[in-house]
């Protein structure tokens, strides 16, 4: 018996390093929206959203990343029972939640959405990216996505689109791969009876693209002398805890999402 999916991490490595330019875009556009006390909007459905909390609340996390996750497209860790993965996929089918979404919260001028998706084809996703694109077109839109997956397969959405033909059209469209293969499993195991395939790589491939944004994000501002807020590590002793001065200025950014002054005026269907 011998250990192989380690090497499997050197398709994610090589597939990011070979994205540093795209990477750099996009912070960039981060930063225009920190820097002027806005906020970079991120949505995820199913296991995705592990790239949202790594985000927006973790060690050595800055501040102005805000979530949009639902929990009813989200929360789906009791497998089964009335918070089953079975129901939590019947509800990322739903069309129309995009808006639902979109309509609780206001958006800033250069204000980005990312969106996350492991394959790009899941409904939930498609919808919020197109709406999102269609009400604020001058807007960044990010998907972290498969790239592979997201172009060559079958969109289920009723646009005929999948993420990547979203962010193809949009005017500010930038896509990001998260470098897993078809079907997302990167292992094989065969005995007399099965073939397993098991080892998903999109969740470790969208986590390192997180990761990465939010070293570019700091580097950028640190280059343009804008001092920010970091979570800093409570369990070094020689940290100084900053808690109380990070949550502040989420509290100063989050409020804008609910009420703001600058607040875009969304684009609606009668606009057109």
């Known amino acids: 018996m011998k250990l192989t999916f380690p090497y499997q991490l050197d398709r994610i490595r090589d597939g990011i ?13 981060f930063a225009d929206a920190i820097a002027s006390g806005g ?9 995705s959203r592990i790239a949202v909390e790594e985000l927006c609340v973790r060690m050595g996390a800055l501040t102005g990343f805000h979530p949009l996750l639902s929990t009813a497209l989200s929360n789906f860790t009791d497998v089964v029972g009335a ?8 509800i990322e089918r739903v069309e129309g939640l995009g808006a639902c979404i979109l309509d609780e919260f206001e958006f800033g001028a250069s204000e980005p959405l990312i969106v996350v998706s492991a394959t790009g084809q899941t409904q939930a996703a498609v919808d919020i990216a197109l709406e999102f694109n269609r009400r604020y077109p001058k807007n960044p839109l990010v998907a972290i996505v498969s790239l592979e997956q ?8 009723s646009s005929n689109k999948t993420l990547y033909h979203v962010v193809k059209q949009a005017e500010r469209g930038y896509l990001l791969d998260n470098c897993m293969p078809i079907g997302d499993v990167s292992i094989s195991v065969e005995n007399n009876h099965d073939v397993y395939r098991v080892c998903p790589l999109s969740s470790i491939g969208a986590l390192t693209l997180i990761h990465s944004l939010n070293e570019m994000t700091i ?3 640190s280059a343009r002398g804008i001092r920010h807020h970091v979570l800093q590590n409570m369990h070094l002793n020689k940290t100084r805890v900053n808690y109380d001065e990070w ?25 057109k």
């Not at 390093?17 to 556009?29: F, G, I, R």
């Not at 918070?83 to 019947?90: G, I, P, T």
């Not at 502040?248 to 684009?267: E, G, M, T």
């Open 17 to 29: 390093l070979a994205q540093e330019s795209s990477l750099t875009e996009v912070a960039k556009c």
């Open 39 to 47: 906020l970079v909007h991120i949505y995820a459905n199913g296991h």
């Open 83 to 90: 918070d089953s993965l079975r129901l939590n996929q019947s």
């Open 150 to 157: 997201s172009r060559q397969s079958p969109p289920k959405h």
């Open 219 to 221: 580097r950028e501002l």
């Open 247 to 271: 949550l502040a200025d989420q509290r100063r950014r989050y409020a804008k999402a609910f009420s703001n002054p600058d607040r875009l005026s969304p684009i609606r269907n009668q606009d």
